[in-house]
């Protein structure tokens, strides 16, 4: 069966630190991958997405950006953290872009103070 | 532009109570998925309805995509305080990411 991993799960850091967030899956090859940012209670915004290796797609600009460098592997990075990065991250994976299901992380939650 | 709109927004419901919550777009999808999220956990899909006019049961949960697949409905019977969350439309389009509604906050209280 498929897994997903995402960590840590809960991160404080301070303003201008830099960010790496990583995501794995497990039991599927070449998935389709998302990372998407979530504020309190509300719905999902599309950070980023992933249809292969070293393909990235941005949704939303952002002091944010993304790398996939395994085909199961993929990571969420910023130079230099803005307050306004706080929240909840999510990372998911789905079997085709438009139409697959998506299957979640537990998520990270993120304060930077 | 939020192509996806749910409501109502907040619901705060007593246990027995029946409700129903919307996902309504001027977009067609070619299929539309809801989604559960407790707090601090990851969004559980639910169901995915595909044809237009598409009726879906689970449990006492009852799901309905419209004839012109451009809206879905979430009705739930005889609300638990275990239906509590945040649920999630999200619609499918050829060659985008899934598209994800704001949300519909459920409280049930016993």
């Known amino acids: 069966s498929q897994t997903i991993h995402q960590w840590p799960a809960t991160l404080v850091q301070p303003v201008g630190s830099p960010l790496s967030l990583e995501c794995t899956v497990e039991?599927?090859?070449?998935?389709?991958l998302y990372w998407y940012r979530q504020a309190a209670g509300r719905g999902l915004q599309l950070l980023f997405y992933s249809v292969g290796i070293g393909q990235i797609s941005s949704e939303v600009p952002q002091n944010l950006s993304a790398s996939r460098p395994q085909d199961r592997q993929f990571i969420l990075s910023s130079k230099k953290l803005l307050l306004s990065d706080s929240g909840f991250y999510l990372c998911?994976?789905?079997?085709?872009?438009?139409?697959?299901?998506?299957?979640f992380g537990a998520g990270t939650r993120l304060s930077v103070l | 532009t939020q192509l996806l709109e749910q409501s109502p927004q907040f619901l705060s419901i007593q246990e027995g109570e029946n409700l129903t919550v919307y996902c309504n777009s001027s977009?067609?999808?070619?299929?539309l998925q809801w989604y559960r999220q407790e707090p601090g956990e990851g969004p559980v899909l639910l169901v995915t309805?595909?044809?237009?006019?598409e009726v879906k049961k689970l449990k006492r949960l009852t799901f309905q995509f419209g004839d012109a697949r451009k809206d879905s409905s979430l009705h739930i019977t005889a609300a638990q305080p275990g239906d509590t969350g945040l649920y999630l439309c999200a619609g499918a389009k050829a060659g985008t990411a899934l598209i994800f509604g704001k949300g519909t906050t459920l409280s049930v209280s016993s």
């Open positions: 998911a994976w789905s079997g085709s872009v438009g139409h697959g299901i998506q299957y």
């Open positions: 977009s067609v999808f070619s299929s």
């Open positions: 039991g599927t090859s070449n998935p389709n």
């Open positions: 309805v595909v044809t237009g006019g």
